[in-house]
């Protein structure tokens, strides 16, 4: 059974600091990661992807990939009242093209 | 922005009624998904579509889901009859796939909220 694991939370952080959250996935063979945002009652939203080892920023968003380990990573630098959402990892592991998801953290950044 | 069409965005029924949904992907996305997600949990695919061909429908219902994409472009997802446990967010994706560079990225249009009385 593939699977991707989170912690579901919540993960409570002041405003202004950095917040970090964690993926880990079963299948070594793994080739594709990618992190999503979902708002309350929203639908997921695509905000990184990443393919190979090391890390890729984007603005304040920074994905780390460790596939030796098997865990890929989502940094959020000053952290936001509007980055407070639950945020979702999904790995693709074979040429399927499907993904899979795991259940989601729940972050909650303070003012 | 190019954008994933849904509709209707919230739909009530009551049980043993028929309910379908509409998806338009993104222009020139080859890929359709079906998801249902349930809250606090992640989305659960449904079926998968490559141009108008059935991928994968190994987590549909098949008893009383029905999903179609006849001319390869949008999509209807159908449940007849409703049951109570149908209620959840029903969620439609594209992407590149199989062609394209980062054609694995997976585009979600607003979905639609589905609550069975």
């Known amino acids: 059974q593939k699977e991707v694991e989170q912690n579901s939370g919540p993960l409570s952080v002041p405003e202004g600091a950095i917040a970090s959250l964690n993926c880990t996935y079963s299948?070594?063979?793994?080739?594709?990661f990618f992190w999503y945002r979902q708002y309350s009652g929203k639908s997921p939203e695509l905000i990184m992807s990443?393919?190979s080892n090391g890390d890729k920023e984007d603005g304040r968003f920074t994905a780390q990939l460790n596939k030796a380990s098997q865990y890929v990573s989502l940094l959020i630098r000053d952290s936001q009242p509007s980055d407070s959402a639950t945020y979702l990892c999904a790995v693709n592991p074979d040429s399927n093209y499907q993904l899979i998801w795991g259940a989601g953290t729940k972050l909650i950044i303070k003012p | 922005e190019a954008e994933v069409a849904q509709s209707p965005r919230y739909k009530i029924t009551e049980k043993s009624q028929a309910v379908a949904f509409w998806c338009d992907p993104i222009?020139?996305?080859?890929?359709l998904y079906w998801y249902r997600q349930i809250l606090g949990q992640g989305p659960e695919l449904l079926v998968q579509?490559?141009?108008?061909?059935?991928?994968?429908d190994s987590q549909l219902p098949k008893d009383r889901f029905s999903a179609e994409r006849l001319k390869g472009v949008d999509s209807t997802l159908k449940i007849q009859p409703a049951e109570l446990g149908d209620s959840a967010m029903y969620l439609c994706?594209?992407?590149?796939?199989?062609?394209?560079?980062?054609?694995?990225?997976?585009?979600f249009g607003p979905g639609t909220r589905l609550t069975v009385t």
């Open positions: 222009s020139g996305h080859a890929t």
């Open positions: 994706a594209s992407s590149l796939a199989p062609r394209g560079i980062r054609r694995d990225e997976q585009y």
């Open positions: 579509f490559q141009d108008e061909s059935v991928v994968d």
């Open positions: 299948d070594r063979g793994s080739q594709s």
């Open positions: 990443i393919y």
